[in-house]
Antibody, heavy 125, light 107 residues
């Protein structure tokens, strides 16, 4: 069974850097094809994909946030860390960690499953 | 970037109704399209992947179709537990993107 759990501060001040950790179990980020991503959702708004890291350390970032994001992995701890610099009140959101699943048949096909429970981060002075 | 547009943004329906939600991509994405259901205060849950494949454990009243730029999610007979928000997501590009969501409400 795959599980993921987000951890980090619930409150950050404007201009500060946010660091979130995703701790997962049930899979290894050293296995070919595996990925872990981050998605956020401001209160009452839509989902927004932020970043993903793959087993081979390839990384992808949302173009609109690329300059502010860094995603890293620690395979020995089964963790993925997302940092976001220069936080602003508009970054207030629930941040989700997700497992990127890949089709066994058509390996280019992929989707997010499962999701972590999410962690609400509020940006306020 | 690939933009995903859902319609309608909200929908009122009754238990037993047949409901269709549409998702349109800004460019062809073949069948690289996934659907998620989100209930209030909960994380999204995968419903359908690769446009039409039902995730394990998801009731058969849910179905997906489409290819290229136009996709649909259909619920054949609405149940009380189906009232939620639904999101489409493209995985054609590794710069993933979601639709803005469709909120399904009880009439």
């Amino acid at each position: 069974q795959i599980t993921l759990k987000e951890s980090g501060p619930t409150l950050v001040k404007p201009t500060q850097t946010l660091t979130l950790t995703c701790t997962f179990s049930g899979f290894s980020l050293t296995t070919s094809g595996v990925g872990v991503g981050w998605i956020r959702q401001p209160p009452g708004k839509a989902l927004e994909w932020l970043a993903v890291i793959y087993w081979d350390d390839d990384k992808r970032y949302s173009p609109s946030l690329k300059s502010r994001l860094t995603i890293t992995k620690d395979t020995s701890k089964n963790q993925v860390v997302l940092t976001m610099t220069n936080m602003d009140p508009v970054d207030t959101a629930t941040y989700y960690c997700v497992h990127r699943e890949r089709s066994q048949v058509a390996t280019t096909q992929n989707w997010f499953d499962p999701w972590g429970q999410g962690t609400l981060v509020t940006v306020s002075s | 970037d690939i933009q995903m547009t859902q319609s309608p943004s909200s929908l009122s329906a009754s238990v037993g109704d047949r409901v269709t939600i549409t998702c349109r991509a800004s460019q062809s994405i073949s069948n690289f399209l996934n659907w998620y259901q989100q209930k209030p205060g909960k994380a999204p849950k995968l419903l359908i992947y690769t446009a039409s494949s039902l995730q394990s454990g998801v009731p058969s009243r849910f179905s997906g179709s489409g290819s290229g730029t136009d996709f649909t999610l259909t619920i054949s007979s609405l149940q009380p537990e189906d009232f939620a928000t639904y999101y489409c997501q493209q995985s054609y590009s590794t710069l993933y993107s979601f639709g803005q969501g469709t909120k399904l409400e009880i009439k």
